[in-house]
C-alpha cells in the first residue's frame, strides 16, 4: 500500500520539479513548486514523521511560497505588465537536475529501510511544542522577529518612491 504512494509522490516530485525548469510563467512556476514541496511531505507522512511533515508544509510550502509571491510582486516588469524573465544556462541545469534525480535514485534504492519498519514514536510533536515556547522561546521570538523585519523591509525596499 505504502508503496503506491511512493511512486505517486515521487512521480509527482519528479513531474513538478522538471516542468520548472521549463515554465516561464512565475504564477504557475510557483504552484509548481507548491505540489512538489507538498509531495515531499507526503513522503514524511508515509514514513510516519509527522512533525517534519507539519514543517514542511508551513515553512516550505506556505513561507517560502509567500516570500516567492512577494518576489514575484517586487520585481521589474515590462511595459506591458508581464515579469521580465530570462532562461539562461538552461541546458547545465538540466542536466545538473538530472544527475541530481539519479543520484537520489540511486541513494534510495541501495537503502534498506522500508516504510513499514518505521517504528511510530509517541509525543514527538508534543515534546516538540512544549519545548519550543518554554525552553527556546527566546530564539523562536528572535526568529519572527526577524522575519517581520525583513518582511517590513522588502516592502519598504519595493516601493517606487521613498519619501525622507
Not at 507548491?34 to 514524511?44: D, E, H, V, W
Not at 511533515?53 to 512577494?70: H, K, S
Not at 509525543?123 to 525552553?135: A, C, H, N
Request: include cysteine; proline fraction near 1%; aromatic fraction near 14%.
Amino acid at each position: 500500500m505504502n508503496e503506491g504512494w511512493m511512486y505517486f509522490f515521487g512521480l509527482l516530485i519528479f513531474l513538478s520539479g522538471l516542468t520548472l525548469i521549463f515554465i516561464k510563467n512565475l504564477i504557475y512556476a510557483a504552484f509548481l513548486l507548491a505540489l512538489c514541496l507538498l509531495s515531499i511531505a507526503g513522503f514524511y507522512v508515509i514514513y510516519n514523521a509527522n512533525f517534519l511533515a507539519v514543517i514542511q508544509i508551513l515553512i516550505y510550502a506556505g513561507g517560502i511560497l509567500i516570500l516567492l509571491a512577494f518576489g514575484i510582486m517586487l520585481t521589474n516588469r515590462s511595459p506591458e505588465g508581464k515579469v521580465i524573465v530570462g532562461h539562461h544556462l538552461l541546458f547545465f541545469g538540466s542536466l545538473l537536475i538530472l544527475g541530481m534525480a539519479l543520484l537520489i535514485y540511486a541513494l534510495v534504492g541501495s537503502s534498506t529501510i522500508l516504510p513499514q519498519e518505521v517504528h511510530q514514536t509517541t509525543g514527538q510533536v508534543k515534546e516538540i511544542g512544549v519545548r519550543f515556547l518554554t525552553q527556546y522561546i527566546l530564539a523562536f521570538e528572535l526568529i519572527a522577529f526577524l522575519l517581520l523585519v525583513v518582511l517590513v523591509g522588502a516592502s519598504y525596499s519595493g516601493k517606487k518612491s521613498h519619501h525622507a
